[in-house]
Structure formats: C-alpha cells, structure tokens
C-alpha cells in the first residue's frame, strides 16, 4: 500500500522548488511546529516580518555571494506538496575538510507533523539528482550512528557505507556514518572522467590558489590566459577573443573530483560544464604548448 500525503494524495505528487514566497506561511509554520517540538529554531519573527531577506540570502549563496567564512555554496530547495511545505534539503556544490567528516554533500529536514510517511526518502532521491545537474557523480551524505531513520533513508536510496568516524554536535563527540551514494550522473555529462583539467594565467606559479578557474576544454584556458575583455564561443566550439597578453598554460598535476575539489562555476556565462571552480590550492604544471 502506498503512504499517502496529508491531503490523501500520494506522496509521489511531492515535489523540489526553490524557496518561493507561496510558500511563506506554510514554512513560517513548519519552523514554528518544530520549535514547539522543542527542536530550536531562531528567528522565525524575522522571517515574518522580513522574508525577502531570506531569499535574497538563499539566492546569493547559491551563487557563491556573501558566504560566511569557510561556507561553499549551497543550494536549498523544499520539499512540497500541493500548497504544502514538507521539508528541506541542502545541496553542497562542494566539500570543506570538516564536510567530508560530518555533512557531506547532501542534508535534509522532514517537518515532524510529516515525518514517517515517506517524505525522506522522497527528498533524498530527489536532491540526488539534482545533485548530478551540479555535476557531483558520487554524493558523500552522512548520518550520527543512532539515528536509525537517516540510516534507513540513506541505504534505501542507494548508500553504500563507506566508514564510521567521529564527529561533534554541539562540541560533544558522536559517532557518525560515511555513506557514498551515486546520483546518476554519466560520464562525458559535464566533466569526463579521463580528461585533463587545464588554467590559463599571465603569470607563473606553481600552486593555483583557491578560488581559480579551470577547464578541461583546453582551448578556452589558453584563451583566459592572454586576460580576454571579450571572448565568445560558437556553436562548433571555435573560440574568439581580444586577450593581447603573453600567457601561459597550465594543467592541474594532481587527482581532483569534481563537486568535491572543484564546482561549477554559479555564475557562469558559458555552456554548463566548461568553467569550474577550485575549493583548495592544487598543484599545477606548465605547459611547454605556450
């Protein structure tokens, strides 16, 4: 028998949106149902009275705008069902150190009126791909070791464990679970798995700093690296541009996995795929070509 929502619909009518305004009152509830619960949730009344704040916040840090220090942008999206809001999920485009222990790719919240009907597992599934639309292949998704509903969620969808660690929650240490979940993105998509990743640069260096553009399209770093105004790419991938600066080519010299090292790039002008975004400083070599 299929769980059915609160409005006697299946839960297969639920659905991923970004954070809209339709659905203010209905998550102002949600955040409040949870406080009652005792489950801490501050800064409802600001939501109330300010809450295209909110939005522009969830806009700018989806594009890597504003973010606190150490963040990586995040995508959020809720969970909805009809006129309903259902949950949350986090998408990570990107791992810290200190995510790649407790966090991972991928975080989700269930309101507690609409939980153990489905719902998690439904939102996993969900962010799972639209975590392949960021270009992540094997999301990294975490859960403490007691809590046996996560765990569930996470092995339903597909998570493969990968180790227990200990992490913190409120400074106390806690064991957590390591899971590796594929998300259905095939190679050659966005990133080829085989190919080398390349930078264009003026200048000479040896480790590419955080924060750099690279590209396996090895036509377009050689472009970056005469300091372009203009450059544009056509439908059969020829490159134009007016850089006049000697440059230098350079090809990352160490493994990287893309959604983990690097991420798209949130505000890029190109096709999907061709510009990327470096998380940490990563070795580079020259390239004797320029």
Not at 79 to 102: F, K, M, N, P, Q
Request: proline share 4%; net charge negative.
């Amino acid at each position: 028998m299929r769980k059915m929502g609160p409005t006697g619909s299946t839960i297969k009518s639920a659905g991923l949106v970004l954070p809209s305004v339709e659905y203010k009152d209905s998550f102002i509830a949600a955040r409040r149902e949870c406080q009652n619960a005792g489950e801490e949730h501050e800064g409802i009344d600001q939501l109330e009275t300010d809450f295209a704040a909110y939005l522009e916040m969830v806009k700018n840090h989806r594009l890597g705008v504003d973010l606190p220090e150490n963040w990586v942008p995040y995508t959020i999206f809720w969970l909805v069902d009809e006129s309903e809001y259902i949950g949350s999920g986090c998408i990570r485009h990107a791992l810290t150190d200190a995510l790649r222990i407790i966090g991972g790719h991928i975080g989700y919240f269930i309101r507690p009126s609409r939980r153990r009907m489905g719902y998690g597992r439904l939102i996993l599934k969900l962010l799972l791909a639209e975590a392949a639309g960021l270009g992540i292949a094997n999301a990294l998704v975490t859960c403490f070791a007691d809590n046996i509903g996560s765990r569930k969620v996470i092995e339903a969808n597909g998570g493969l464990l990968v180790d227990e660690v200990m992490g913190e929650l409120d400074g106390k240490p806690r064991s957590a679970l390591r899971y590796r979940v594929y998300t259905g993105l095939r190679n050659n998509v966005l990133w080829n798995s085989r190919g080398k990743w390349y930078h264009g640069s003026a200048y000479e260096f040896s480790v590419l700093r955080a924060g750099s553009t690279i590209t396996q399209n090895e036509g377009l770093a050689l472009a970056f690296s005469h300091k372009p105004t203009l450059l544009s790419i056509d439908d059969y991938g020829w490159i134009t541009h007016n850089g006049t600066e000697p440059g230098h080519l350079y090809e990352i010299d160490e493994p990287i996995v893309p959604g983990e090292d690097i991420y798209l790039h949130p505000r890029t002008t190109m096709s999907p795929g061709l510009e990327w975004l470096t998380v940490r400083e990563l070795r580079v070599k020259r390239c004797d070509k320029v």
